[in-house]
């Protein structure tokens, strides 16, 4: 039963390392197309968060 956990984790590791490379290389080979893109989406969420005032946000306790 520990063992199949185990495996799990490995992989799990395993594809985290993955996609963690992958960031690497397109932000070593793209560096413009990156910097765009993570703008793009910072933007997109603080224009997200400035329309959720905070007097909603305490209501929502309430």
């Given amino acids: 039963m520990l063992d199949q956990n185990t495996d799990r984790t490995y992989w799990m590791i395993g594809a985290v390392v ?3 490379i992958l960031i690497g290389a397109a932000k070593v ?5 990156f910097n765009d893109v993570t703008t793009k989406f910072t933007s997109v ?3 997200g968060f400035v329309h959720f005032s905070l007097d909603s946000l305490m209501s929502f306790f309430y």
């Fill in 18 to 20: 993955v996609v963690a």
């Fill in 29 to 33: 080979a793209f560096p413009t197309l």
């Fill in 45 to 47: 969420l603080k224009a």
